[in-house]
């Protein structure tokens, strides 16, 4: 069955770090690009972070460069996400995506993990 | 960045109803676009990428169209499993930005 299960989430503190893990199984994670959304509650979703297959191309939102790092071990089929200089707008959860491409060489994001709640509390 | 908005924010149909969401990119995307679909406490449904296509197990009573700047996502003949929250988004600059959502609400 393909599927990727984040975990990771807790409570923590604003200014404190957090790392998150997103682990593949039924298929090969080396050969796809993995991204993170994130969600507020109540909210939209909102794209943070995504890597190429072989981990040479990292691309952030802007609401997150300089704090968050996105890094994968394909040995591991694991792609992890950190987060650092945490604050209170942080708080959501976090989903891992899989970049998978269609027919017209058109790409979207076809496998989702549950989710991950990283909670900030100042 | 490319700013994408979605119209209506809120829709309320009841089941049989045609509704049709559309999707405005602030700049041209191609066919750079596709639809998902999330209920309460889930992760995001793939329904629709390169703006037409429909991803496969999604029911055919779904259709997306639009290309460059203004799509279109439709459900023809709507069912209780429908009533959902909608996204569009776009992958054809990162960061790859989605829509505000769409919420279709029964009527």
């Known amino acids: 069955q393909v599927q990727l299960v984040e975990s990771g989430g807790g409570v923590v503190q604003s200014g404190r770090s957090l790392r998150l893990s997103c682990a593949a199984s039924?298929?090969?994670?080396?050969?796809?690009?993995i991204h993170w959304v994130r969600q507020a509650p109540g909210k939209g979703l909102e794209w943070v972070a995504g890597?190429?297959?072989?981990?040479?191309?990292?691309?952030?939102a802007d609401s997150v460069t300089g704090r968050f790092t996105i890094s994968r071990d394909n040995s591991k089929n694991t792609v992890y996400l950190q987060l650092d200089s945490l604050r209170d707008d942080d708080t959501a959860a976090f989903y891992c995506?899989?970049?998978?491409f269609g027919s017209g060489n058109f790409d979207a994001f076809d496998v989702w993990g549950q989710g991950t709640l990283v909670t900030v509390s100042s | 960045d490319i700013q994408l908005t979605q119209s209506p924010s809120f829709l309320s149909a009841s089941v049989g109803d045609r509704v049709t969401i559309t999707c405005r990119a602030s700049?041209?995307?191609?066919?750079?676009l596709a639809w998902y679909q999330q209920k309460p406490g889930k992760a995001p449904r793939l329904l629709i990428y390169?703006?037409?296509t429909l991803q496969g197990g999604v029911p055919s009573r779904f259709s997306g169209s639009g290309s460059g700047t203004e799509f279109a996502l439709t459900i023809t003949s709507l069912q209780p499993e429908d009533f959902a929250t909608y996204y569009c988004?776009?992958?054809?600059?990162?960061?790859?930005?989605f829509g505000p959502g769409t919420k279709v609400d029964i009527k």
């Open positions: 995506a899989r970049d998978w």
């Open positions: 039924g298929f090969t994670i080396r050969n796809y690009g």
């Open positions: 890597i190429s297959n072989d981990g040479s191309n990292k691309d952030y």
């Open positions: 700049q041209d995307i191609s066919s750079y």
């Open positions: 390169g703006a037409s």
């Open positions: 988004q776009q992958l054809d600059t990162y960061p790859y930005t």
